[in-house]
C-alpha cells in the first residue's frame, strides 16, 4: 500500500478515506507521510511523527477521528498504533 497523504491511503486506484475539512489545517500534510506509517523496528520515526503532532493545531480532531473511524496504521492524533489500540479497549470498557 503506498501512502500518498498522512490522511488518504490508496490501494490501487481507490481511496480508503475521505479527507474532511480540518485535515487540510494538519501540520503533517507539510511533511512526508512516510513519516506517519513507521516500519516495525523504526521507532525513531513515530518519535519524529509525534513531535509534529505536538504543535499541530487539529491533533483533537485527528485523534477523534482516527478512533471514531478505527484507523488501525499509523500515527494519528499524536498516537501510535499501540496507543490508539489502547484507547479504543479502554472506551470499550
Request: with cysteine; proline share 5%.
Amino acid at each position: 500500500m503506498t501512502h500518498v497523504h498522512p490522511h488518504v491511503q490508496w490501494s490501487g486506484t481507490a481511496s480508503l478515506i475521505t479527507p474532511e475539512p480540518w485535515m487540510q489545517d494538519s501540520l503533517c500534510a507539510q511533511v512526508d507521510a512516510d513519516l506517519f506509517f513507521p516500519e516495525k523496528g523504526h521507532g525513531d520515526r513515530a518519535v519524529a511523527a509525534k513531535q509534529v503532532c505536538n504543535d499541530c493545531p487539529v491533533i483533537a480532531d485527528c485523534l477523534g477521528y482516527a478512533l471514531r473511524t478505527g484507523q488501525r496504521y499509523g500515527v494519528w492524533g499524536g498516537q501510535s498504533e499501540r496507543e490508539l489500540r489502547k484507547l479504543r479497549k479502554a472506551a470499550r470498557a
